[in-house]
């Protein structure tokens, strides 16, 4: 059974970093592409990034380029998404999400990450 | 980036009955490859999206074929029959023709 359970969310002031996690399991880890999407407070689905299988292709939304760094560690079967200058539009539940071909087709739980002073 | 543009909004339905959910892309997301990588996800109240449809008509494994899946180019639409109460939530249409990935805005599934 493909399972897929992010950590590491929490309430961080603005400008503060935090670093979520995603550990995967039932699955190859290392043969899938991999994705954090979020979702604000009653809001819909936003796709924030995308790394390959063995790391080589990684994509980024526009509104978190150079302020998000997503990762992985095969080894671990786990998945990151380091958060940097964070701000309050970034306050959103995350879900870590397996990519079939351009589809996502397991997500985790989600992680809620809340961004206020 | 393409624009994915969902109605109704919301819908309200007997169970037993039969809806109808638009998908509308404000480009082709026919791939160079030649797939049309357009999927539709329902997330269920207080929980996590999951898969319908990908590839704009096939099910994802454990769907039931009460659900359907059409169009092409830029227009497309789910079709649920036989409603049931399982099936309410909020469903989204995604893209994953190109990068940055799209969604919907959702179209909330009520029952009657």
């Known amino acids: 059974e493909v399972q897929l359970v992010e950590s590491g969310g929490g309430l961080v002031q603005p400008g503060r970093s935090l670093k979520l996690s995603c550990l995967a399991s039932g699955f190859t880890f290392s043969n899938y592409g991999m994705n954090w999407i979020r979702q604000a407070p009653g809001k819909g689905l936003e796709w924030v990034a995308s790394?390959?299988?063995?790391?080589?292709?990684?994509y980024y939304a526009d509104t978190v380029k150079g302020r998000f760094t997503i990762s992985r560690d095969n080894a671990k079967n786990t998945l990151y998404l380091q958060m940097t200058s964070l701000r309050s539009e970034d306050t959103a539940l995350y879900y870590c999400?397996?990519?079939?071909?351009?589809?996502?087709?397991?997500w985790g739980q989600g992680v809620m990450v809340t961004v206020s002073s | 980036d393409v624009v994915m543009t969902q109605t109704p909004v919301s819908l309200s339905v007997s169970l037993g009955g039969q809806v109808s959910i638009s998908c509308r892309s404000s480009q082709s997301l026919v791939h160079n490859n030649g797939n049309t990588y357009l999927s539709w996800y329902l997330q269920k109240p207080g929980q996590s999206p999951q898969l319908l449809i990908y590839k704009v008509s096939n099910r994802f494994s454990g769907i039931s074929d009460r659900f359907s899946g059409s169009g092409s180019g830029t227009d497309f639409t789910l079709k649920i029959s036989r409603v049931e109460p399982d099936d309410l939530g909020v469903y989204y249409c995604g893209q994953g023709t190109q990068y940055p990935f799209t969604f919907g805005s959702g179209t909330k599934l009520e029952i009657k």
């Open positions: 790394i390959s299988s063995s790391s080589s292709y990684i």
């Open positions: 999400a397996r990519q079939g071909t351009r589809i996502f087709d397991y």
